[in-house]
Nanobody, 121 residues
Framework: QVQLVESGGGLVQPGGSLRLSCAAS????????MGWYRQAPGNQRELVAT???????NYADSVKGRFTISRDNAKNTVFLQMNSLKPEDMAVYYC???????????????WGRGTQVTISS
C-alpha cells in the first residue's frame, strides 16, 4: 500500500499562514500528480491545488494568489503554503497522490486521513 501522512494543520487567526506537508511512503514505483483537497462541514470535498511531477500547478480560483503548492520528488512530499487565510478556508485538508506501486501496476489515487485547519480570532 501507499500511505500518505499530512501534517501542519492547526488553529490560526484570519490573515495568518500555515504550511501543510504530506509525505508518501510504502511501495512506490512512481508518483504522478499530487495535491490537496478540502472539505468543510456540510460541503462536498473540493479541489484546492494540484501539482504534476514536472511541476505544473493548478489552483482553485478561491485560493489563487494566496496558496502555493510545491513538491519534493526525491522525498515524495507535497506542500501547501497557505497565506492570508480566511474563515472560509477552514476545513479538513486531504492530501492525495496518483501513484504506481510497481512498473506493472495501474495508477491509483491514494488519500491521506486529513488535517484540520481552523481559522478563528
Amino acid at each position: 500500500q501507499v500511505q500518505l501522512v499530512e501534517s501542519g494543520g492547526g488553529l490560526v487567526q484570519p490573515g495568518g499562514s500555515l504550511r501543510l506537508s504530506c509525505a508518501a511512503s510504502g511501495l512506490i514505483f512512481r508518483i504522478y500528480a499530487m495535491g490537496w483537497y478540502r472539505q468543510a462541514p456540510g460541503n462536498q470535498r473540493e479541489l484546492v491545488a494540484t501539482i504534476t511531477s514536472g511541476g505544473t500547478t493548478n489552483y482553485a480560483d478561491s485560493v489563487k494568489g494566496r496558496f502555493t503548492i510545491s513538491r519534493d520528488n526525491a522525498k515524495n512530499t507535497v506542500f501547501l503554503q497557505m497565506n492570508s487565510l480566511k474563515p472560509e478556508d477552514m476545513a479538513v485538508y486531504y492530501c492525495y497522490a496518483e501513484a504506481q506501486r510497481t512498473i506493472l501496476s495501474s495508477r491509483v489515487d491514494y488519500w491521506g486521513r486529513g488535517t484540520q485547519v481552523t481559522i478563528s480570532s
